[in-house]
């Protein structure tokens, strides 16, 4: 999954490693409990990894980036037409707006693709909020990840 692509590789494990668990035999009640709470866990895993690769795939269509654009254009036109008497003033008013659309679009090219690029989530960020869930969950067994 690095770089926005799949790895067949990962695939194969994945799907190896399902048919391994779901081959176990258990013998006893222990073993039975044991066996059901690895599929349990094998079961979120494959949840998260289906959501992680929906995230990847997700993007803002083109479509809807074009008004976006031309709306941040027509904003900057239209403070540039503003008639303010002190032009100081107006090149710092219209300077902040500027670098706000830019920021606000930053961030949306950012979100749209969280795990690609230059600024992308890592899986250490990701492990991290696993463990933190899993802490919560159950905070009475084991002392805190990090």
Not at 92 to 104: E, R, T, W
Not at 105 to 120: E, M, Y
Not at 129 to 139: P, V
Request: glycine share 4%; charged share 15%.
């Amino acid at each position: 999954m690095n770089y926005g692509r799949l790895s067949p590789k990962s695939i194969k494990s994945f799907h190896t490693l399902y048919l391994e668990i779901e081959n176990i035999k258990p013998k006893n009640e222990y073993e039975i409990s044991i066996a059901t709470k690895i599929l349990d866990q094998v079961e979120s895993l494959s949840i998260c990894r289906g959501l992680r690769l929906t995230s990847l795939r997700s993007q803002i269509p083109g479509p809807i980036w074009l008004p976006i654009i031309f709306g941040c254009i027509f904003t900057l036109i239209l403070a540039a037409m503003l008639e303010i008497e002190n032009m100081s003033l107006h090149l710092i008013i219209s300077f902040f707006l500027g670098a706000s659309i830019s920021m606000f679009l930053f961030i949306l090219v950012q979100l749209d693709q969280p795990f690609t690029g230059q600024f992308r989530l890592h899986p250490v960020e990701l492990e991290q909020i696993f463990l933190f869930e899993n802490w919560n969950k159950t905070s009475s067994q084991y002392s805190p990840p990090i």
